[in-house]
T-cell receptor, first 114, second 111 residues
Framework: EPEVTQTPSHQVTQMGQEVILRCVPISNHLYFYWYRQILGQKVEFLVSFYNNEISEKSEIFDDQFSVERPDGSNFTLKIRSTKLEDSAMYFC????????????FGEGSRLTVL | SQQGEEDPQALSIQEGENATMNCSYKTSINNLQWYRQNSGRGLVHLILIRSNEREKHSGRLRVTLDTSKKSSSLLITASRAADTASYFCATDSGSARQLTFGSGTQLTVLP
């Protein structure tokens, strides 16, 4: 069964360092998302991406964050200068079309900022 | 309460019993979805109910939606130890299909 894959599964970084989290969405999907879940808290929407541009973003998604689809298969989330409060699980998700409803999530990348 | 709030926060039942989790939300929605998350793992989609539907079944799952009360319930019948997980409702109300998740119900099914 096709699945969304994410790498790395866990990354530890020092505060102020740049981090890139990678995702390979399901191949025929057109809409891509990043969500994050701080330990013990809700899953929060960060950004949606369609047709090589951001379609929606939340207040969390500030100038420290960026997304890119560099090669038609990978979908990346970059955090330019990590802060302690960026420690969380980051989930990538994809959907084939707007009216299909179900999002397919990856297993997540756990980011720990020291 | 915030969009997509579940209750109870935690539920512990014996195997074979039914588990009911509730979700309330505040804004109008396109659909409401339920997801499951095992500890430290990703989110697995369980069932989607559209705003014009009132009830939906999938295997041992039964979901209801009351748009007048802005609430939904998830019923898991004949629970199994393997059903132990966190269950989240998520509302879809935006044009870009982003989901707003609730805080979840931690279900523990005791063997």
């Amino acid at each position: 069964e096709p699945e969304v894959t994410q790498t790395p599964s866990h990354q530890v970084t020092q505060m102020g360092q740049e981090v890139i989290l990678r995702c390979v969405p399901i191949s025929n999907h057109l809409y891509f998302y990043w969500y994050r879940q701080i330990l013990g808290q809700k899953v929060e929407f960060l950004v949606s991406f369609y047709n090589n541009e951001i379609s929606e973003k939340s207040e969390i998604f500030d100038d420290q964050f960026s997304v890119e689809r560099p090669d038609g298969s990978n979908f990346t989330l970059k955090i330019r200068s990590t802060k302690l409060e960026d420690s969380a699980m980051y989930f990538c998700a994809s959907i084939q079309a707007r009216n299909t409803g179900e999002l397919f999530f990856g297993e997540g990348s756990r980011l720990t900022v020291l | 309460s915030q969009q997509g709030e579940e209750d109870p926060q935690a539920l512990s039942i014996q195997e074979g019993e039914n588990a009911t989790m509730n979700c309330s939300y505040k804004t109008s929605i396109n659909n409401l979805q339920w997801y499951r998350q095992n500890s430290g793992r990703g989110l697995v989609h369980l069932i989607l109910i559209r705003s014009n539907e009132r009830e939906k079944h999938s295997g041992r799952l039964r979901v209801t939606l009351d748009t007048s009360k802005k609430s939904s319930s998830l019923l898991i019948t004949a629970s199994r130890a393997a059903d132990t997980a966190s269950y989240f409702c998520a509302t879809d109300s935006g044009s870009a299909r982003q989901l707003t998740f609730g805080s979840g119900t931690q279900l523990t099914v005791l063997p």
